[in-house]
């Protein structure tokens, strides 16, 4: 087991939950994540990470599977104007790799919001700290584990 993965389900643990983690193989788009944990594609948590310009750090977006952050909204939303994360600020804040970041377990603290879409389910699929892990969970209880705050950054991309 990566250490990623041990750290995320660790979080999880001392959360007070009992994670259900899912190996997928390779996966590369939420449809495919979907695919393997037999759900609606919106009820995967994309984590989108960008560089506040301002602040210089990461700043987390975890978004329903189908929709896309609207630049303008999340610049609005984080006070700040927002750039392109690289792999090199992704790693060192959250400690994951690009395409593996879960909304828990981050190595440093990161402001998050998340989009109200993934509330509407009873349960939603986050990546478990690699590529190839997702975890399940009922997305009210993301908010507190996330820290992240519910807001409208979305364009949907259907």
Same mark, same amino acid.
């Given at each position: ?6 750290? !995320? ?91 593996? !970041? ?57």
């Amino acid at each position: 087991m990566s250490k990623s993965l041990k750290r !995320v389900r660790q979080a999880l643990i001392d959360a007070g939950f009992e994670p259900e983690i899912l190996e997928m193989g390779e996966t590369r788009t939420a449809q495919q994540a979907a695919d393997a944990a037999n759900c609606h594609v919106d009820q995967i948590a994309k984590s989108i990470i960008f560089r506040g310009e301002t602040s210089g750090e990461a700043i987390l977006f975890l978004t329903a599977g189908g929709n896309k952050v609207c630049a303008d909204k999340a610049s609005a939303l984080a006070g700040e104007p927002l750039g392109k994360a690289d792999a090199t600020l992704i790693r060192s804040q959250t400690g994951f790799a690009i395409g593996g !970041v879960s909304p828990v377990g981050h190595l440093n603290p990161i402001r998050a919001f998340l989009d109200p879409r993934l509330l509407e389910f009873s349960e939603i699929w986050a990546a478990a700290g690699t590529p190839r892990h997702i975890f399940s969970l009922k997305p009210q209880d993301l908010l507190p584990l996330s820290g992240a705050q519910a807001a409208d950054f979305t364009s949907q991309s259907k």
